[in-house]
């Protein structure tokens, strides 16, 4: 099954959002990676990923201060 597949099932399956996020990223689509992202972290508040993959896409586009503030988020998670 597809993360679209996931998603079009179920919405609010947080590791197919990880997945689309994973996508972009790879494509080097970071406003679409980030909006997977952050639609993970909303659905699974208790999971460090979402907010991991945030702060590495920060850091793909140089914003090291707010990769490192993400980093820092997760780790507590």
């Known amino acids: 099954m597809t993360s679209r597949e996931a998603t079009n099932l179920d919405g609010t399956f947080p590791p197919a959002w990880i997945g689309f996020g994973n ?7 970071g406003d679409q990676a980030m909006l997977a ?8 508040p208790g999971c460090h990923l979402p907010t991991l ?6 850091m793909r586009t140089h914003s090291f201060k707010l990769a490192e503030q993400f980093f820092m988020q997760a780790k507590t998670i």
Do not use: N, V, W
């Not at 972009?24 to 689509?29: G, I, K, N």
């Open 53 to 58: 993959y945030i702060g590495m896409e920060y």
């Open 23 to 29: 996508a972009y990223a790879a494509q080097e689509e």
């Open 37 to 44: 992202y952050r639609t993970a972290a909303r659905l699974f």
